[in-house]
């Protein structure tokens, strides 16, 4: 393989080994990046020794020894080599001194016999002093500008040029009934992809996931068997024709552990539908009402209008509780109570498209290569093989909007509209796979080894306004602050949330005085007494953060948004094991206390722990005080439900725009930019060079200085990576 070693901006170059042109290099000792002054230490006199607590890179100062010039050349031509290198050597220092200047110079190399080319960033290139022009001979031998140094600061290593990215494969998948869904084949083996609408993430974290799906032909009448048992591809509804109407029922079936709603269908269309048009559209089953409901439907990627499931490969529904919803009005039914007839004897979640034909026989929609799902997870994964390189690689993250209304009249959210605030972070997946940031207020769906509970004057109540179904409800005696409820952690899991976080709760009260209502958190560590007894000490406790958002007019509000309220920084310890708490289990809690006028009520959604420890970055929209100033992250629906027009957010921690720490920008369907978004990190983003690893995601919608968020906000997203090497590639 042919060496390569040369300086260009993509169309201009200098080859430092092209003999052709007369340039030569030899003897080039390639440089490694150190840390910044040693890297940053702390001592003690107390103890020997010395510990490194931070590491930053260097810039690597690289010296070519080059020659230029040859017998066939004239000294012209010697001289406009060495112009040309000139040339890049400025635009190269011009780049990172301008704002407005594009153009990128860069180091590209490989060696003979290596596999893998490898390209670095210029900052800045000189040559110290030219080679002897006037002495005799010059220009009559092979090396005419000899003994040179081309001295050049350089960034990493990178496994692309500058400006550009590798797309990185992702993926989701989590396990329900004994049932694999997400980024699956149809065998429900984990497929990443790299595609930019198949990757869902939400903004919750739940268990309960599809389980049943049946069609229906309402007039022969006559039922599938359950969809989900079926061998893919399956048809999604009956073969209508002559003025038919069918439906089709998604469900979970209530009999289950960590039941409970959802909000969201995702399909991979096969064969698209033609002539089914709208009957009575989506539903969910009144639990109270006894009967079937229209939901707020947010968007539905499968509707082309007049044509339901008719847009082919993976599309999504999306809805939240309807206007009309009271707290607990969505419930199990079961299907063979509810219709009657030949109906499944299943009792469930349900929710249903009711459908017909336009007088023509429909063609019959399918599902291809993997089973319906709903999302339930707020993260992306990506596996161990897509991470590369020897230091942490540059990163570009895309986050497209699947939800969020523009109708909104920018007074409150209109169905989880409009995303103004998006928590990002990355964990390593070795630090444990069982971790999730968010923690139902529920005594249902959460990980296994976190158990909760209630404490006087609060309870559990049914209500499909958050995630698990299930949420604390606190009924304020007019005491002040008062313990509501807790978390705690069994000693198997707490190591894996030994780390430090942003402590978040989503809470909302009905009082139209929200002021009166406030919360607080006190982390609590176990201390024992040998056998007198078994006590707990407070380790920290937050500020109390009082509630700001007037959501008791029931007819106006979205009923699952809740107010998302910052607790502050929070550090989980590493737990110390006696034989006492390893024996029995908890020795870590997190305490949440409430507090309300009396007789009204605080209730819990979850809490939420974004982990800051590796990185996070805060994305906040700049907005004005007219509806009309707002840049959100947002859908715009050109149709009745279906949104082609979305818009994304990208986060480039260097790969498109190396000279800038990080660029966070909201951008149209197509490209065109719409605004810069604020960016609050502890960290330049980076996807780590090893292991499996999760992006974490939290979103909210902005309310004046305040924030709503709740369960309905979902995205795709869709990622890039320029891994760093310190040294040649090989096959890497």
């Given at each position: ?439 139902n207020a529920s005594d249902t769906q959460n990980p296994t080894g976190i158990t909760t509970s209630v404490f006087a004057a609060s309870a559990y109540i049914n209500t499909s306004f958050v995630p698990s179904g299930r949420a604390v409800e606190y009924t304020s005696a007019g005491a002040g602050l008062v313990k509501s409820w807790n978390v705690a952690w069994s000693a198997s899991l707490i190591d894996e949330y030994t780390g430090k976080y942003r402590l978040f709760a989503r809470v909302r009260t009905d009082d139209s005085v929200p002021s009166d209502s406030s919360i607080q958190a006190k982390l609590s560590l176990r201390t024992e007494y040998g ?202």
């Amino acid at each position: 393989m042919t060496a390569i070693l040369k300086i260009t901006d993509g169309v201009s170059q200098v080859d430092l080994l092209d003999l052709r042109e007369g340039v030569s290099m030899n003897g080039w000792r390639q440089a490694v990046a150190g840390y910044k002054g040693g890297g940053t230490w702390q001592q003690s006199s107390l103890s020997d020794g010395r510990r490194l607590v931070d590491k930053r890179f260097m810039n690597v100062t690289e010296t070519f020894p080059i020659a230029i010039g040859r017998a066939e050349n004239t000294q012209d031509i010697t001289i406009a080599v060495l112009h040309r290198l000139f040339d890049l050597m400025e635009a190269a220092s011009s780049y990172w001194i301008t704002k407005w200047q594009t153009g990128m110079v860069w180091l590209e190399a490989r060696s003979e016999c290596e596999t893998n080319t490898r390209y670095a960033i210029v900052h800045t290139a000189n040559i110290p002093q030219i080679a002897e022009l006037y002495a005799p001979g010059v220009f009559n031998n092979d090396a005419a500008l000899d003994a040179m140094s081309l001295v050049i600061e350089r960034g990493h290593w990178t496994e692309a040029a500058p400006g550009h990215g590798i797309p990185v494969e992702l993926s989701a998948m989590e396990t329900y009934d004994g049932r694999n869904l997400g980024n699956v084949d149809s065998a429900g083996v984990r497929e990443p992809t790299v595609e930019t609408n198949q990757v869902f993430v939400g903004n919750k974290h739940n268990v309960a996931n599809i389980t049943h799906i049946y069609h229906y032909n309402a007039t022969v009448p006559a039922w599938s068997g359950n969809l989900m048992t079926a061998a893919l591809p399956y048809a999604l509804t009956p073969a209508l024709a002559g003025g038919q109407v069918g439906l089709t029922y998604f469900g979970i079936d209530s009999t289950l552990a960590n039941d409970g709603p959802f909000t969201s269908l995702i399909f991979d269309i096969g064969t698209a539908s033609a002539n089914l048009v709208i009957d009575r559209g989506w539903e969910y089953y009144n639990l109270i009402g006894a009967g079937w409901g229209a939901m707020n439907l947010i968007n539905d990627d499968t509707y082309d209008a007049p044509d339901y499931l008719s847009h082919a490969g993976i599309q999504s529904v999306h809805f939240g509780p309807a206007i009309s919803f009271g707290i607990n009005d969505w419930g199990p039914g079961n299907l063979l109570a509810i219709l009657g007839g030949a109906a499944p004897n299943v009792t469930g979640w349900w929710a249903r498209l009711s459908y017909q034909d336009n007088g023509a026989a429909i063609t019959v929609p399918t599902q291809q290569n993997r089973d319906i799902y709903t999302v339930t997870w707020p993260y992306t994964e990506l596996q161990a093989d897509q991470a590369a390189g020897n230091i942490n690689a540059l990163s570009k993250l895309r986050i497209f909007a699947e939800t969020g209304d523009s109708d909104s009249s920018g007074l409150l959210p209109s169905f989880q509209a409009q995303t103004g605030r998006l928590f990002v972070s990355l964990r390593a997946l070795d630090r444990g796979s069982n971790f999730s940031p968010y923690i139902n207020a529920s005594d249902t769906q959460n990980p296994t080894g976190i158990t909760t509970s209630v404490f006087a004057a609060s309870a559990y109540i049914n209500t499909s306004f958050v995630p698990s179904g299930r949420a604390v409800e606190y009924t304020s005696a007019g005491a002040g602050l008062v313990k509501s409820w807790n978390v705690a952690w069994s000693a198997s899991l707490i190591d894996e949330y030994t780390g430090k976080y942003r402590l978040f709760a989503r809470v909302r009260t009905d009082d139209s005085v929200p002021s009166d209502s406030s919360i607080q958190a006190k982390l609590s560590l176990r201390t024992e007494y040998g056998v007198a007894g078994v006590a707990y000490n407070i380790y920290w406790t937050s500020d109390e953060a009082s509630l700001n958002i007037d959501l008791s007019n029931a007819a106006q509000q979205d009923k699952d948004l809740f107010e998302m309220l910052d607790l502050g920084e929070i550090e989980l310890p590493a737990p110390v094991k006696t034989l006492l708490s390893e024996e029995t289990g908890n020795n870590i809690r997190l305490d949440l206390y409430a507090n309300a006028a009396t007789g009204q009520t605080v209730l819990f959604c979850d809490v939420i722990l974004v982990p800051v420890d590796e990185w996070v970055i805060e994305l906040l929209e700049h907005r004005n005080a007219s509806p009309g100033g707002r840049h959100p992250l947002q859908l715009w629906k050109d149709e009745q439900w279906y949104s082609p027009n979305r818009r994304y957010f990208s986060l480039d921690a260097g790969v498109s725009v190396p000279k800038e720490f990080v660029r966070a920008n909201l951008h149209e369907t197509n490209g065109s930019f719409v605004a810069n978004w604020l960016s609050v990190k502890n960290n330049r983003p980076f996807i780590a060079p090893s292991g499996a690893q999760r992006l974490w995601f939290l979103a909210a919608s902005r309310y004046g200085s305040y924030y709503l968020s709740g369960q309905d906000t979902t995205f795709t997203v869709a990622l890039d990576r320029n891994a760093q090497y310190l040294g040649p590639r090989g096959d890497q």
